[in-house]
């Protein structure tokens, strides 16, 4: 038996181009979009960037000043369980900080870190007090659900938001792992 060059290389690349073509159709239309869909009809959000990827799904969010993290991210991952399986979301938000409020959030930083550590969620509120009188006119926000410590720091104009994991992630012995 004999095979021809042509009639073969014409059937692979049909096949890839079926395969591969079906891959993407399915996961730009029954994936990606309606995901997208419900992450664009959140309220508080300005834009919104999904990614779909094997274990996580990535969504680069701008939020308005007065948008409540916590009620988007418990919306989204409600809404989309079924697009979502058993894919983690991750949420990168984008801010309008200032270099005051990133130093103000850099001398709280470490107690927030203790809290965090010893698993004390109450004390991150009250340690935020008490480090608001460094800026005037500064308004901190926290709340928390089983994922993330959400922070909101406002100074009238600019806003900064933390997204703290409660389940840290697991570290290598070796840093470049």
Do not use: C
């Not at 009639?7 to 692979?12: G, N, Q």
């Not at 690349?13 to 979009?33: C, H, I, K, R």
């Amino acid at each position: 038996m004999k095979l021809r060059l042509w009639p073969v290389l014409t059937s692979v690349v049909l096949s890839s181009a079926v395969l591969f073509g079906g891959w993407f159709l399915y996961d730009s239309l029954a994936m990606e979009n309606p995901l997208t869909r419900i992450v664009q009809e959140q309220p508080g959000l300005e834009q919104s960037k999904v990614s779909v990827g094997n274990n996580t799904v990535t969504i680069e969010i701008t939020p308005k000043p007065e948008a409540n993290l916590r009620e988007i991210y418990k919306s989204i991952t409600e809404q989309g369980r079924s697009i979502l399986g058993d894919r983690t979301v991750e949420l990168i938000v984008k801010d309008t900080t200032t270099p005051e409020l990133d130093s103000w959030w850099s001398g709280a930083l470490f107690d927030v870190a203790e809290a965090m550590e010893s698993k004390r969620y109450a004390a991150i509120p009250a340690a935020l007090e008490a480090k608001k009188g460094a800026l005037p006119g500064l308004v901190v926000t926290t709340e928390m659900d089983d994922r993330y410590v959400y922070v909101r720091m406002t100074d009238g104009t600019h806003y900064k938001y933390m997204l703290l994991p409660r389940k840290p992630q697991k570290v290598g012995v070796w840093p470049n792992e």
